[in-house]
């Protein structure tokens, strides 16, 4: 093998040139500007990476640096803007990471990866037109996968500094509800689901979220604690596993470990702080913490008094902390929790309403990284999660005397993960990557109804105890050649419940043609778990006896194909289109009759009925994706898909699912003006729309005289609501300062307030069919100090 260039000689000379083509900066005391540092290593053995050329584009002067022995470089004076980081060394593929923003609140820290060349001593250049700037953090990668920003969140209009909300825009997603951040992906249930933080899964990070549900109304996750991260739509890598419809593979950030940074940011939303530095100058420790409280809540709590039924209460805490050793490795401890309530009474026509409803979350997780050598690292990971759904429901006559309370549910979960993944080179074009996860998972769950029509109280589930979930993966990637990558693997689950176990082996290939084309496919089996209510719901058998029928249930199965082009028409222009097919299996039905109930349609709860894995479903679509990255002040981004989801219950009939939009698209676009030299307008606005949701017709007739809802169960789904259509604004502006930045901030969402149809269903008290309307117009406004 023919060594590398000696990277110190040329370090030298490049020194010498940086120097001179930066001194200038150091003499302009009056320009505003900012520190970019931090360090390059390599993408699969995680070695640090000296000798690189770090470029910033555009500047003028050109200004740039070397990594040193450590891989780290740093770059000072760098005037506010946006740049794009390129990095180039010999043996290395060419990185270009796009819309790095520089402000002057807070030093710019990047870790950056670059990907070994498979012919030796060649520097393959992929130039800042030929580059996709999306492409994702895991390069196991293949399909259905898109790296997206922190600075996306913050940028795009409506997503209020939410990934869920963010994720709105793209190919195959789908909104589920406005009043939630759920998301629909490829016209699969939101509970196929799977969230990861740093390496392993957690549950769901939301306030106000439902049992069994994906998302919430607010997210617990800050845009001051994370990283760039990961979203999958199908088809995703041997690494994930108990996911049927996609991933957010979350990754934090580090504190700073040079100074002490700060941000405050207050909003109609909620008022937070963040922290962060070294634990001590000079060394590399550092910490990073973040706290929120709900705004009005807080307001209430100052003696102001707040207008509406209902006020929305939580907080959060975020914690990341960097704790690197010299001989020892990396440690991290990091955590997340949340508490959020809401207490909301309403009156019908014959009786008042009082609902309770209360959530918590809690996350905390130490990681330790080594390296071996310069071919092979290990991480492991161990991590405890606790989840808490409390809801009461009361019903009162009229002068708020408690008739009965209609339902009390208390569902608590805890889990304790431990998981530990080695990454291994073998040599420039072959690499393996192997892990093992294990989970402790522990419940205790109760959920009690009022049988109105029998007069009696039902207890649908009643359940303590602790199971376990074990899986294992093993990946493979070979680089055929520098345009060509072919990614193996297979992951494994076994329940201990009831002994289930699903193999699923998994392909992808990727090939890079005529320099700003790509061909891909992928293919696999993927499996996920119930809802562990699901497994111990009561149901009574012909005798009315209380039966636990569930407890056998296995895995519900899903083959995932997917085939994909993308090219690069021009400069900063990204066209992507994939074509896919989901064979979904082993779905839990419901069993005993010939009944339409299928899990496939539960986006959130559980299922209170008997179930077999029997049930059968198929998607199947076309995306297309049209973007321009952010440049020359402006971008945009363009989608659109058209699919088809349909499931098979027990009675063998093939139906819409619940969640059958047919097609769904987005229009996402901004512009940022200077002012001034150094503050920044930005406009952004965002059209989303899709085919309206799928609900089962009212009986009107057989209502009234049973004077309750009546559903025609034989055409279950085959009704539509009108389409959804929904428009955002945003628009920030940005004060840069000496030592602090400031940002005023208003997002609009459905800024024209039209009020979506959600469903339609039977008031039992007005005695008439009623449509659902989702939320109107919501303005919030927020102010960002760093300092």
Not at 146 to 154: A, C, D, G, L
Not at 479 to 506: C, D, M, V, W
Request: proline fraction near 3%.
């Amino acid at each position: 093998m023919t060594s590398l260039p000696n990277p110190i000689s040329s370090m030298k000379t490049t020194s010498i040139l940086i120097f001179l083509l930066n001194i200038h900066l150091i003499c302009q005391g009056q320009t505003l500007s900012q520190t970019i540092r931090g360090e390059v290593r390599d993408q699969i053995t995680e070695m640090p990476i000296p000798g690189a050329s770090i470029l910033l584009i555009p500047s003028n002067p050109i200004m740039g640096t070397i990594t040193d022995l450590n891989g780290q470089f740093r770059l000072n004076a760098v005037p506010i803007g946006r740049y794009t980081i390129q990095v180039k060394l010999l043996g290395y593929q060419e990185l270009n990471m796009p819309n790095v923003v520089v402000g002057t609140g807070k030093e710019v820290i990047l870790n950056l990866k670059l990907t070994e060349s498979t012919v030796e001593i060649e520097a393959v250049e992929i130039s800042a037109q030929g580059a996709n700037k999306t492409e994702a953090l895991n390069e196991l990668a293949t399909v259905s996968a898109r790296q997206f920003s922190v600075e996306e969140t913050k940028r795009y209009a409506g997503a209020l500094n939410d990934p869920g909300r963010m994720a709105q825009s793209f190919a195959g997603v789908t909104v589920n509800a406005d009043g939630t951040n759920e998301i629909v992906v490829r016209g699969n249930s939101p509970r196929g689901l799977l969230w990861r933080m740093e390496g392993i899964e957690i549950p769901n990070p939301n306030h106000f979220s439902n049992q069994g549900a994906s998302g919430g109304a607010i997210s617990m996750l800050s845009n001051n604690m994370m990283a760039n991260s990961d979203f999958f739509t199908g088809a995703f890598p041997a690494d994930y596993g108990n996911a049927a419809s996609g991933v957010f593979d979350i990754r934090l950030r580090k504190g700073n470990n040079e100074q002490r940074e700060n941000a405050l940011q207050v909003g109609v939303i909620g008022t937070d702080i963040a922290l962060e530095g070294p634990f001590k100058k000079g060394k590399a420790g550092s910490y990073l913490f973040n706290y929120r409280y709900s705004s009005l809540a807080l307001l209430q709590r100052m003696g102001v008094e707040i207008v509406g039924d209902a006020i929305p209460v939580f907080q959060d805490l975020s914690f990341n902390l960097n704790l690197p050793t010299q001989k020892a490795g990396q440690f991290t401890l990091f955590g997340i929790g949340g508490l959020s309530s809401i207490n909301q009474d309403f009156e019908g026509m014959k009786t008042n309403y009082a609902d309770r409803f209360r959530t918590y979350l809690g996350v905390a997780g130490l990681t330790h990284s080594y390296l071996f050598n310069d071919k092979t690292w290990i991480k492991t990971v161990v991590a405890g999660t606790l989840t808490s759904n409390e809801y009461e429901g009361t019903v009162l006559d009229t002068n708020s005397v408690v008739l009965y309370k209609a339902s009390e549910e208390g569902h608590q979960n805890m889990a304790y993960r431990v998981s530990s993944t080695i990454n291994h080179k073998i040599n420039r074009k072959n690499s393996l990557r192997a892990g093992a996860i294990g989970s402790l998972l522990k419940y205790n769950l109760k959920t009690v109804i009022f049988d109105k029509p029998n007069d009696m109280y039902r207890t649908d589930v009643d359940q303590r105890g602790q199971t376990g979930l074990l899986q294992g993966f093993l990946n493979w990637q070979h680089r055929i050649n520098e345009q060509t990558t072919l990614n193996t693997g297979i992951h494994y689950s076994h329940f201990l419940l009831n002994n289930k176990r699903a193999l699923e082996p998994r392909a992808g290939i990727k090939w890079n043609f005529k320099g700003s084309q790509v061909l891909s496919a992928g293919i696999g089996l993927h499996s996920r778990l119930e809802d562990l209510a699901v497994y111990f719901a009561r149901i009574p058998d012909l005798s009315g006896m209380n039966t636990i029928p569930n407890t056998q249930l296995g895995f519900s199965r899903a083959f995932h194909t997917v085939m994909g082009y993308e090219c690069l028409p021009g400069k900063n222009l990204h066209f992507k289109t994939e074509v896919y097919y989901q064979h979904l299996y082993d779905v839990p039905v419901e069993k005993g009759i010939s009944s339409f109930r299928s899990m496939l349609n539960m986006s959130q709860g559980f299922a209170t009925f008997a179930a077999e894995n029997s049930g059968l479903g198929r998607n199947y679509g076309i995306e297309f994706t049209f973007e321009k990255y952010f440049s020359n002040s402006t971008y945009f981004l363009l989608t659109n898909s058209f699919f088809d989801a349909r499931y098979r219950g027990s009675d063998g009939v093939w139906r819409n699912t619940a969640f059958n939009n047919r097609y769904a698209g987005s229009f996402l676009a901004g512009k940022e003006f200077t002012i001034k030299d150094k503050n920044t307008l930005s406009l952004n606005v965002r059209v989303v729309y899709s085919g309206g949701r799928k609900f089962t017709p009212v009986l009107l007739e057989e209502s009234l005289e049973a004077g309750t809802g009546v559903y025609d169960e034989a055409r279950a789904y085959s009704a539509s609501a009108a389409d959804y259509f929904r428009a955002d604004l945003g628009i920030s502006y940005t004060i840069n300062k000496r030592k602090t930045a400031s940002v005023w901030k208003i997002d609009i969402q459905n800024v024209s307030n039209r009020l979506n149809e959600f469903g339609r269903y039977f008031n039992n008290d007005a005695l008439k069919e009623e449509v659902i309307y989702m939320t109107g117009i919501i303005p919030t406004l927020s102010y960002r100090l760093e300092f």
